[in-house]
């Protein structure tokens, strides 16, 4: 739920927290949390070319492998999808909205003050789980509340950034008090464990049950802080300092208030004698059913008993199963159940209509498959970006038509018929002996790439860059330990009489790709917002191809993302390759033989190949637009924080409260 201010107004009290070497251990970690501050912290992340996935992908892997080697046995626990009421809908709509400016507002230069969490943070995440066996679970719904009883049952810590777990009566360690560049000889992570004792002493509050009620009465994601306005109005406050936020101050004042109070039912009734009579009974049953999750009260499972469709009509077994094994996107719940969702914005082009738009034909299959548990469906609604926005994008009428192919039948059909469905919506003009050249894992890879080319103008240079990609993250480097460093690979190439010479070699050659253009980090001249907006596209339709790939029971492989998709490595082959086409020796003898045979077998089987690609080439620049103002670099860039940081995949991440 989180409450507003309480995570800073407590990180200033040191006195509250205890110092933790954490070891041989379970833990209940925070999964949405995480993932979020991982990116925030991974360093050499360019968040201007839509992800650089892979080294996402290597930092969260050290993260994990750092707690394994200590013991730490963590059990993740994601959100899941948002519950059947709206009554957080115009929230989720707000913080989306400021999510979606600056995301489109991110650039070269831009960058470093604003961070987009691109489309498949989440999945990059859930590679390292799966890679590394890492217990991982999906609620329905939101998480805070399974995670706390979770924890209370199991009798081991949380961790998260979350502020409801300083009420909830758990073992708290602020992930950001975890050490993780300092790894003693004792294996153990030093961090901070919360003491809930030593706050309730300090604010002489006389039990926990008047910490629950404070936190309610301070509004959360279910009771908005301005529902309790005229409490503050009528209890005493500190005095206002320059130090303290009015956020503070009310937090402080309502505590010390609480503190002449013994009984957290009668300080209610006081409380509420404040409100008109009429407001009192709605207001209590509100609050009760708050303090009630806090202490534990109301059983909180990862299976809700509420996960159902829109007319609370079950789902078949294997979906609830998947789901909350976290197989299955989260947001495919609301489909089913709410009728409507929202699809993230990456970094577009503003003045381009949302890069969804072109997968909406494989959004309607997914839609008529989901919606076909109920028998009455009109529309199912699509929230995405409009220009800098985001409001309503689209309404797709459930139909069924289509092979009459519903949720409870879609996983009897045979596995040909189930790939049928795909390749009939992504390419359905692709030879069938053309496709059966491409080696099994890039079928359903190569049946994206020509619908993206079909939605559009792409040429080859495109698909020989985003091949390259693939082949640099899973050919060579492992065979050169993922090296990015010029000189050190241009020694290694030099010096080195292995087998793996040349695929030293073949780094030091690709090796500039891995890095942005410095010019472009105070310049945007040099940065082609087609190029990535044409990336985006690309990303959206692995987005909902893979995700209706899921739905049918995984019938195809694909790639990891974080083995296919490098954005900088992309975009600065796609310029390089503009300037100067690709051919076959580009790369030593040797490598270029294991590369070149899939960019051949995949483009022969690409009908929607076009001869000139839709990006803007360098040469065409203009010297007018050369070299944008300084305005207009940082127009659109937040000034209020140093950094601020967005998700634009998980709507819960718009609600997180510092």
């Given at each position: 739920m989180g409450v507003r201010g309480l995570s800073t107004y407590l990180s200033h009290r040191e006195n509250f927290f205890e110092d933790l070497e954490l070891k041989d251990t379970r833990v209940i970690i925070d999964g949405n949390n995480l993932r979020f501050a991982l990116y925030k912290w991974c360093p050499g992340l360019n968040h201007c070319f839509g992800g650089d996935y892979d080294k996402y992908y290597r930092y969260?892997?050290?993260?994990?492998?750092?707690?394994?080697?200590?013991?730490?046995?963590?059990?993740?626990?994601?959100?899941?999808?948002?519950?059947?009421?709206?009554?957080?809908?115009?929230?989720?709509?707000?913080?989306?909205?400021?999510?979606?400016?600056?995301?489109?507002?991110?650039?070269?230069?831009?960058?470093?003050?604003?961070?987009?969490?691109?489309?498949?943070?989440?999945?990059?995440?859930?590679?390292?789980?799966?890679?590394?066996?890492?217990?991982?679970?999906?609620?329905?719904?939101?998480?805070?509340?399974?995670?706390?009883?979770?924890?209370?049952?199991?009798?081991?810590?949380?961790?998260?950034?979350?502020?409801?777990?300083?009420?909830f009566n758990v073992q708290f360690?602020?992930?950001?008090?975890?050490?993780?560049?300092?790894?003693?000889?004792?294996?153990?992570?030093?961090?901070?464990?919360?003491?809930?004792?030593?706050?309730?002493?300090?604010?002489?509050l006389y039990s926990q049950d008047l910490l629950h009620l404070f936190a309610?009465?301070?509004?959360?994601?279910?009771?908005?802080?301005?529902?309790?306005?005229?409490?503050f109005m009528n209890i005493k406050l500190p005095k206002k300092t320059k130090d303290a936020s009015e956020r503070h101050r009310k937090i402080k004042g309502l505590l010390l208030y609480l503190s002449k109070e013994k009984c957290a039912k009668q300080a209610l009734s006081k409380l509420l004698g404040y409100?008109?009579?009429?407001?009192?009974?709605?207001?209590?049953?509100?609050?009760?059913?708050?303090?009630?999750?806090?202490?534990?009260?109301?059983?909180?499972?990862?299976?809700?008993?509420?996960?159902?469709?829109?007319?609370?009509?079950?789902?078949?077994?294997?979906?609830?199963?998947?789901?909350?094994?976290?197989?299955?996107?989260?947001?495919?719940l609301a489909v089913v159940a709410n009728r409507k969702y929202?699809?993230?914005?990456?970094?577009?082009q503003k003045d381009k209509t949302s890069v969804h738009l072109d997968c909406i034909e494989i959004h309607q299959v997914l839609?008529?498959?989901?919606?076909?548990?109920?028998?009455?469906?009109?529309?199912?609604?699509?929230?995405?970006?409009?220009?800098?926005?985001?409001?309503?994008?689209?309404?797709?009428?459930?139909?069924?038509?289509?092979?009459?192919?519903?949720?409870?039948?879609?996983?009897?059909?045979?596995?040909?018929?189930?790939?049928?469905?795909?390749?009939?919506?992504?390419?359905?003009?692709?030879?069938?002996?053309?496709?059966?050249?491409?080696?099994?894992?890039?079928?359903l890879f190569a049946m994206v790439l020509d619908y993206w080319c079909c939605k559009s103008k792409v040429s080859l240079v495109e698909i020989q860059s985003v091949l390259l990609c693939h082949f640099a993250l899973t050919q060579i480097d492992p065979?050169?330990?993922?090296?990015?460093?010029?000189?050190?690979?241009?020694?290694?190439?030099?010096?080195?009489?292995?087998?793996?010479?040349?695929?030293?070699?073949?780094?030091?050659?690709?090796?500039?790709?891995?890095?942005?253009?410095?010019?472009?980090?105070?310049?945007?001249?040099?940065?082609?917002?087609?190029?990535?907006?044409?990336?985006?596209?690309?990303?959206?339709?692995?987005?909902?191809?893979t995700?209706?790939?899921?739905?049918?029971?995984?019938?195809?492989?694909?790639?990891?993302?974080?083995?296919?998709?490098?954005?900088t490595f992309i975009f600065n082959a796609i310029l390089q390759f503009l300037k100067k086409p690709y051919n076959e020796d580009f790369l030593p003898p040797g490598v270029a033989q294991a590369f070149n045979s899939l960019p051949k077998a995949i483009t022969n089987c690409l009908t929607n190949l076009s001869t000139h690609s839709s990006v803007l080439s360098p040469k065409k620049k203009t010297k007018k637009s050369a070299k944008p103002s300084e305005s207009e670099i940082y127009a659109a860039v937040p000034t209020e924080k140093d950094e601020q940081f967005h998700d634009v995949e998980n709507i819960f991440s718009s609600l997180s409260l510092e």
């Open positions: 969260v892997k050290q993260f994990f492998s750092l707690l394994l080697s200590c013991g730490v046995t963590p059990s993740i626990v994601f959100d899941g999808g948002y519950d059947k009421s709206d009554q957080k809908l115009a929230t989720i709509m707000h913080r989306l909205s400021d999510q979606t400016k600056n995301a489109v507002a991110c650039n070269s230069v831009s960058q470093s003050k604003l961070q987009v969490f691109p489309i498949f943070g989440k999945e990059v995440f859930m590679e390292v789980l799966r890679d590394l066996d890492i217990d991982v679970r999906q609620c329905s719904y939101e998480a805070d509340e399974v995670i706390a009883q979770l924890a209370m049952k199991e009798k081991c810590p949380v961790i998260s950034n979350d502020s409801d777990f300083y009420i360690i602020s992930l950001d008090s975890l050490e993780l560049d300092r790894l003693d000889q004792e294996k153990s992570i030093s961090c901070k464990i919360f003491n809930r004792e030593k706050m309730l002493s300090y604010y002489g309610s009465l301070m509004g959360n994601d279910y009771i908005p802080p301005q529902v309790f306005e005229k409490i409100f008109q009579e009429n407001e009192r009974l709605k207001l209590k049953e509100k609050v009760l059913h708050s303090v009630n999750i806090y202490n534990g009260t109301i059983e909180c499972d990862i299976v809700s008993p509420e996960f159902s469709s829109h007319e609370d009509n079950s789902l078949p077994p294997w979906f609830v199963s998947e789901y909350h094994s976290a197989n299955l996107p989260n947001w495919l929202f699809l993230p914005t990456q970094v577009e839609v008529n498959i989901l919606t076909s548990v109920d028998t009455n469906c009109d529309s199912v609604k699509i929230y995405a970006r409009v220009k800098s926005s985001v409001s309503l994008f689209e309404s797709l009428e459930s139909s069924n038509s289509m092979c009459a192919l519903a949720l409870n039948n879609v996983r009897t059909k045979s596995i040909e018929e189930r790939r049928t469905i795909l390749k009939n919506i992504l390419a359905p003009t692709m030879s069938e002996e053309h496709l059966s050249n491409v080696p099994e894992g890039f079928k065979k050169t330990g993922a090296m990015r460093n010029s000189k050190k690979l241009q020694k290694l190439a030099e010096e080195n009489v292995s087998v793996n010479k040349e695929y030293f070699q073949a780094a030091l050659k690709v090796s500039p790709f891995f890095h942005i253009d410095e010019i472009m980090k105070t310049s945007t001249r040099k940065f082609e917002i087609g190029v990535v907006h044409s990336l985006s596209k690309l990303q959206a339709i692995i987005f909902a191809s995700a209706l790939n899921s739905l049918l029971g995984n019938v195809y492989n694909f790639p990891k993302i974080s083995d296919i998709f490098n954005g």
